[in-house]
């Protein structure tokens, strides 16, 4: 079932305010502790956030296939890997929540601007099957509260150590 305006607008909202939230969190972290893994293979808060700019640019291309292309394919990768392959601690993070910001703002004016009859539209997840414009909405609103909750909980743990 679609979801109704009300509720899309909501989601709306959550995705367009998840870059301050992200910021805010990776400014509570001192610099001594932007690095620190809360356990092996768990990721530091600066992994973290680059991670959160290679989602978000792949995110942004996710919502125009399903919006443009007739039943697109919705290709997943493993998060970790990239982590490692492009070596999250060689990014600059402030590079990266600037991407964060671009892409989401970009993203979120031309989401403003979709009639209604452009929602609901499906394509296929390679991971997990049927993928469509609210499924990728409700995703990428949570998106970024999940990871600046996680960056909180690393700083917690760094404190705690």
């Known amino acids: 079932m679609p979801y109704d305006a009300a509720t899309r607008e909501s989601f709306l909202r959550r995705y367009a305010a998840g870059p301050d939230l992200l910021r805010r969190a990776w400014g509570e972290v001192p610099r001594e502790a932007r690095t620190w ?10 992994e973290v956030v680059v991670h959160c700019a290679d989602s978000e640019t792949y995110s942004a291309i996710r919502i125009r296939l399903l919006l443009a292309e007739p039943e697109p394919l919705i290709v997943g990768y493993d998060e970790a890997v990239w982590a490692r392959r492009f070596d999250y601690h060689a990014s600059d993070p402030e590079l990266a929540l600037d991407l964060v910001e671009a892409a989401r703002a970009h993203t979120s004016a031309m989401l403003a601007g979709l009639p209604e009859e452009a929602w609901g539209r499906v394509g296929r997840h390679s991971h997990s099957g049927p993928y469509g414009t609210d499924d990728w909405l409700r995703l990428y609103a949570e998106h970024l509260e999940v990871h600046a909750a996680q960056i909180r909980r690393n700083l917690l743990a760094w404190k705690n150590r």
Do not use: V
């Not at 893994?37 to 600066?46: C, I």
């Open 37 to 46: 893994r809360p356990a092996e293979g768990a990721w530091s808060a600066h």
